[in-house]
């Protein structure tokens, strides 16, 4: 889950299943009691499966998501606390880890590094604020941590292929949904 319409329709698919009680969902994690005599742990996977969700039982595989989740939740909902703490600050806060633990974690169980998943996660949320055309584009790098429009522009240029300008004027280039960064 990566973002609040997921936690919505996962509540409702949740809720909609007999036997079923939603105790608490939060980006990335759902906490459920169920009545083992009257549906199966199957049963609920299969219809998470329906609705492009799954059950992650893994330990490795649930802390990549966690750690994900974080990152996400920094620069989607972090209401600009990305430009006012360090990534790292936040990350070990939220997930009660040593930043370098989750670092090295994740590049061991992802084909990329943290950092890089995290660029890619702020030009995802750059291409959204862009989009709207409320804000300037040195705002825009304010607001998500970058020192400089030119460093927001020449990472944005690396990682898309097109420059901000062109992008404001409609290059063919498709926001990424949060959930297919890592693929």
């Known amino acids: 889950m990566v973002s609040l319409r997921c936690i919505s329709d996962l509540e409702n698919i949740l809720s909609n299943l007999e036997s079923v009680q939603v105790l608490n969902i939060s980006l990335g994690k759902a906490e459920i009691f169920y009545d083992e005599a009257k549906i199966s742990i199957e049963d609920i996977s299969t219809e998470l499966s329906k609705n492009n969700f799954q059950i992650i039982s893994d330990r490795n595989t649930q802390l990549v998501e966690q750690i994900k989740n974080a990152c996400i939740e920094l620069i989607y909902f972090g209401n600009n606390t990305n430009s006012l703490i360090r990534n790292s600050e936040y990350l070990s806060e939220k997930l009660n880890l040593q930043y370098s633990y989750i670092s090295k974690f994740f590049s061991e169980n992802t084909d990329t590094t943290l950092e890089k998943f995290l660029i890619k996660v702020k030009i995802e949320k750059v291409k959204e604020l862009l989009s709207y055309n409320e804000m300037s584009l040195s705002e825009i790098a304010y607001m998500m941590g970058y020192s ?20 404001k004027h409609g290059a063919d280039i498709e926001r990424i949904p949060l959930e297919n960064l890592l693929l």
Request: net charge neutral; proline share 0%; aromatic share 16%.
């Open 148 to 167: 400089s429009v030119q460093y927001l522009s020449n990472q944005f240029r690396h990682i898309t292929g097109v420059s901000v300008t062109e992008y």
